[in-house]
């Protein structure tokens, strides 16, 4: 399940208390304020779940976030969160202190007090994680926590990772759950390398390579622009290799993105919310450069237009070609 706030829905005089609200009945607790007054806050943020995990992303503004000594005493919840934000901003846990910018990352738990504060707006994304799961020395957690990763072997692909699981559209529990084992695998080791073995994170991204590269897939298939050499800069491996991955998978990446966008479209034309959409913003919208193009797509893969399809499904005699809509009459009376 997703779930999308933007304060600015929010009466103003009522903004500050209902994020705080949010906040100290969310999987990590914590308490929200404005972090200056004389100014007002922004707050944009989006979740979903993935397994034990959670995943979530803030463009945010004038925002100052606090899980003081005595939630972090009172609460059951023993979770590590993995922070990046995109810009300026300022973390402590204990005696760290690190000031993120862009690519940043930072881990912090929540067994000790920890502070944010952000004055410009930036974007941020975090996975949320029970610390228990992650089969981890609590020491070796308790040493990287307020410390920069960013420089992390695996800093650039968990981050990557984060973002495309972010990026994915609507799910079922159960794919999401299936997500849930390879995304913890590379959560352990991006903290294996941080705290100084590289070796034993070398098997989790063989393992989690094929799950990454399908999750990066379905967030982009819809981008004119999505090429294997994309995928392979995600992944960090040659074209070669992307190419040979797919491969042994069976998988066709020009056949697999037309399928993939034309299922899409599919979606779209049946859907009523798509309704008022024309044929070519339909084929804007799932990849496809230009309106012949996709009708051409469309036709080879169905058997009818997209018009067609449309109306057939609309039940609308009107909408079709003469020469189908005589067809659908005289079917229509056996």
């Not at 992650?134 to 968990?158: Q, Y």
Request: aromatic share 8%; with cysteine; net charge negative.
């Amino acid at each position: 399940m997703v779930f999308r706030m933007d304060l600015a829905e929010t009466p103003a005089n009522d903004r500050e208390e209902y994020l705080d609200f949010l906040t100290t009945n969310c999987a990590v607790p914590f308490r929200s304020r404005t972090a200056h007054t004389e100014q007002p806050m922004t707050f944009v943020h989006m979740h979903r779940e993935i397994g034990s995990m959670t995943v979530f992303e803030n463009t945010y503004s004038n925002y100052s976030g606090v899980r003081p000594l005595g939630i972090a005493r009172s609460s059951d919840e023993k979770m590590i969160t993995i922070g990046m934000p995109m810009g300026p901003m300022g973390f402590a846990q204990g005696d760290s202190q690190v000031q993120g910018a862009a690519r940043s990352m930072v881990a912090f738990w929540g067994l000790a007090p920890y502070g944010a504060e952000v004055r410009q707006e930036i974007y941020y994304s975090a996975l949320v994680a029970p610390i228990e799961d992650l089969g981890l020395p609590t020491v070796l957690v308790r040493n990287i926590t307020g410390i920069e990763l960013g420089s992390s072997p695996l800093a650039t692909v968990f981050a990557s990772h984060v973002r495309t699981l972010l990026a994915l559209p609507e799910m079922t529990l159960e794919e999401e759950a299936a997500l849930a084992g390879p995304t913890l695998e590379l959560l352990r080791a991006l903290l294996v390398t941080a705290a100084g073995d590289e070796f034993e994170a070398r098997e989790p991204l063989n393992r989690t390579l094929m799950l990454r590269a399908m999750s990066f897939l379905e967030a982009n298939f819809a981008s004119p622009e999505l090429s294997v050499a994309q995928l392979a800069t995600h992944l960090g491996v040659s074209r070669t290799r992307a190419y040979a991955l797919l491969s042994e998978a069976g998988i066709g990446f020009t056949e697999w993105l037309r399928e993939r966008r034309l299922e899409r479209a599919v979606q779209m034309l049946e859907s009523p919310s798509s309704g008022l959409m024309s044929i070519g913003e339909i084929a804007r919208q799932v990849g496809f450069r230009d309106h012949a193009t996709f009708t051409r797509a469309f036709r080879a893969q169905y058997g009818s237009a997209p018009t067609e399809w449309r109306a057939r499904v609309r039940g609308n005699v009107d909408e079709l070609p003469l020469t189908t809509a005589a067809s659908v009459s005289s079917d229509s009376s056996i």
